[in-house]
């Protein structure tokens, strides 16, 4: 969809208002998203969804409960280990399922995983199938892309008469406007996108630096792959998907993508294709980077 042709309800550009006094990331949590006073947070996540559908905002969620499948409680009585991750991983996701066999458990029951760990490792589990979700997902932080913000920047035309647009997020608009009138000036554009939103741009710009629109830099990236490395003993030949796993969210596919395209090209980095496939599953195969040969990049290898 051109995105000179889109229309959004004037709670959705409230809301995409209210996100823009979060800048210069333009991400909040999404608690702090208030599009009218009276908003309920079930509306306000309904609008995080529509907006998420139609291309302008991306968020993270967690799951509140879950209950043990029957494949999970087969890997529960399994003694060997049937997933892609370490060991010791293997014990704290053990003990996740253990406490949700036959009953829906909160996260902070399986007290013996730490609790930055919790939420990754059950996504995981989800998207194995070993787990089922109970109830919603609670959503977390919200943020604008890039799609968003070059709809803000060209082609916003609200055409309601009843928006009702507080002098406060006018302001906000007003500024963000100003600021990529700023950007455009100084540094340039590329496709009518500043140069410090485009990640392709990132190219020129040293990844101690260099940010994209989630927090995460490339620099950040690279010591994740060092840090899977390590963990997984891949000896310097990290398939690609267990840094999905890791990243994926708060990134996007195409994030994380154009994040090693910047560390590939300043050679940091080197991407090689998958030769054997019969060791790995249809979904670990194709979470590679096609390319136009057919093949796909698949291990990741850090040029020290």
């Not at 208002?17 to 599009?35: C, M, N, T, V, W």
């Not at 009585?77 to 996701?93: A, Y």
């Not at 000896?235 to 195409?254: G, T």
């Amino acid at each position: 969809m051109e995105l000179s042709s889109l229309k959004l309800e004037s709670i959705e550009l409230k809301f995409l208002l209210r996100l823009l006094e979060y800048g210069p990331d333009y991400r909040a949590s999404i608690s702090k998203i208030q599009p009218n006073s009276k908003t309920r947070a079930s509306e306000r996540n309904q609008i995080c969804q529509d907006l998420c559908s139609k291309g302008l905002v991306e968020y993270t969620d967690e799951i509140p409960k879950y209950q043990t499948e029957t494949a999970g409680k087969a890997l529960l009585e399994s003694e060997t280990n049937m997933l892609p991750i370490t060991d010791d991983e293997l014990q704290l996701v053990k003990k996740l399922l253990d406490v949700a066999v036959g009953k829906s458990a909160t996260p902070g029951t399986a007290k013996q995983v730490p609790a930055n760990e919790r939420q990754r490792l059950l996504k995981q589990l989800e998207e194995k199938g070993l787990i089922s979700v109970v109830g919603k997902k609670v959503i977390k932080d919200v943020w604008l892309t890039q799609t968003g913000y070059q709809y803000l920047q060209n082609d916003c035309h609200p055409t309601s008469s009843y928006a009702s647009l507080t002098f406060s997020m006018l302001g906000t608009y007003l500024t963000f406007l100003r600021e990529t009138l700023g950007q455009k000036e100084t540094s340039g554009t590329v496709n009518n996108i500043p140069t410090k939103i485009k990640e392709e741009a990132g190219h020129q710009t040293s990844p101690s630096t260099m940010t994209d629109t989630n927090g995460l830099s490339p620099k950040s990236v690279l010591d994740t792959i060092r840090m899977l490395d390590q963990q997984l003993d891949t000896d310097n030949f990290l398939p690609i998907f267990h840094l999905r796993e890791k990243l994926q969210p708060p990134l996007n596919r195409e994030g994380l993508d154009k994040l090693l395209f910047t560390l590939q090209s300043q050679d940091l980095i080197e991407l090689s294709t998958l030769q054997d496939v019969s060791n790995y599953t249809d979904s670990e195969r194709d979470s590679g980077i096609a390319q136009p040969d057919g093949g796909a990049w698949f291990y990741i290898s850090v040029n020290d």
